[in-house]
Nanobody, 116 residues
Framework: VQLVESGGGLVQPGGSLRLSCTASGIIFPFYTMNWYRQAPGKERELVATVTSGAGTNYADSVKGRFTISGDNAKNSVYLQMNSLKPDDTAVYFC???????????WGQGTQVTVSS
């Protein structure tokens, strides 16, 4: 199983980035797909969740600014991030979870830096 993220980088405050995560080795619709982030010195936090047929959820800190979406045909999940703030600076991780069997898989992370 492999989760590969891309799309991170340096952006100015107020800018946008789109993160992508492509999964291999899993039956994508069977999994809840999450984006987490971890800033220096802080705990990893859940940012957004998408489950096939069950909708999406967001952390309060990103509601109205971030949008998570999935493409079952491409085994991919995306995180569109708008109106970025310096507080959004973190390493962003893609995570796949299946409650049946207690399966969890993580990507390697992609750095997002919001700075002028």
């Amino acid at each position: 199983v492999q989760l590969v993220e891309s799309g991170g980088g340096l952006v100015q405050p107020g800018g946008s980035l789109r993160l992508s995560c492509t999964a291999s080795g899993i039956i994508f619709p069977f999994y809840t797909m999450n984006w987490y982030r971890q800033a220096p010195g802080k705990e990893r936090e859940l940012v957004a969740t998408v489950t096939s047929g069950a909708g999406t959820n967001y952390a309060d800190s990103v509601k109205g600014r971030f949008t998570i979406s999935g493409d079952n045909a491409k085994n991919s999940v995306y995180l569109q991030m708008n109106s970025l703030k310096p507080d959004d600076t973190a390493v962003y991780f893609c995570h796949a979870h299946r409650s049946v069997g207690g399966l969890d898989y993580w990507g390697q992370g992609t750095q997002v830096t919001v700075s002028s």
